[in-house]
């Protein structure tokens, strides 16, 4: 069988040192294969963020290894590692983070990572494709400011996917949507994501957002129980 495409040896990562030092990863140790969708529940603070930043390469684990597609992220090169992140994951936050001066196509194309192949034709189609995946094809040209929460996340969302990343992560999505859209928001993540064959781990402390996972974790004071 094939590697699992994420795995986490013995993580740990502390904040701080001496006495205000904070264990927010404590030991954990993970496999997630090739098209799961997994959830990671637990209270504010138990670290839920802290483990997908590590798992994402955005932040260093003080010690352990975290391997995405057997590849270990922990001695890759502050040089190297925009690349990877650029072509392996996709990154969905809860404050949607799109750029305000920039349209709905705009912030999408932005984050296109260059090739020779990638031509300006290319570059659109791929552009368009990703947000009529996310069904905002007709508010390409409008502006954050001029879209809903939910607008704006499925924009992210699209953003998130338009280099077609194996593995999307996701830091609930859907914390500052109200949770009829939430859920819409949710379904779009999973379809596509199904359809795609990509992996995702959804972190959030909303329980009822599990339903979309194959498989859900609870986390507690940087643990996986
Ligand atoms: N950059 C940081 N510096 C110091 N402490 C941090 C930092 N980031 C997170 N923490 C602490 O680590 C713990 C886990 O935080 P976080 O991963 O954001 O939790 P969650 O996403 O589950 O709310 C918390 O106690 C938090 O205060
Ligand atoms: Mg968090």
């Avoid at 909303?206 to 194959?214: G, I, V």
Wanted: one cysteine or more; a negative charge; charged letters at 25%.
């Amino acid at each position: 069988m094939a590697n699992p495409i994420i795995q986490l040896e013995d993580v740990n990562k502390e904040f701080g040192r001496g006495k205000k030092t904070v264990a927010a990863l404590r030991h954990i140790n993970l496999d997630i294969e090739q098209g799961e969708f997994v959830a990671v529940v637990g209270p504010s603070g138990c670290g839920k963020s802290t483990l997908l930043h590590v798992m994402a390469g955005l932040e260093q684990p003080t010690s352990g290894r975290v391997l995405l597609d057997a590849v270990d992220v922990t001695l890759i090169g502050e040089r190297d590692l925009p690349k990877l992140r650029g072509q392996k994951i996709g990154f969905v936050f809860q404050a949607f983070l799109l750029i305000e001066d920039l349209t709905a196509y705009e912030n999408v194309e932005a984050v296109l990572w260059p090739s020779e192949e990638l031509t300006k034709e290319k570059q659109e189609q791929m552009t368009l494709e990703v947000l009529r995946e996310v069904d905002m094809l007709e508010r390409r040209d409008h502006f954050p400011r001029q879209m809903s929460g939910g607008e704006q996340q499925r924009v992210a969302i699209a953003r998130a996917l338009v280099n077609r990343p194996p593995i999307l992560f996701c830091d609930e999505p859907t914390g500052n949507l109200d949770s009829k859209i939430g859920e819409t928001i949710m379904k779009y993540i999973s379809d596509l994501a199904r359809s795609k064959g990509m992996t995702v781990v959804l972190v959030t402390h909303n329980e009822s957002l599990t339903k979309f996972a194959q498989r859900v974790l609870s986390m507690k004071d940087g643990a996986i129980r």
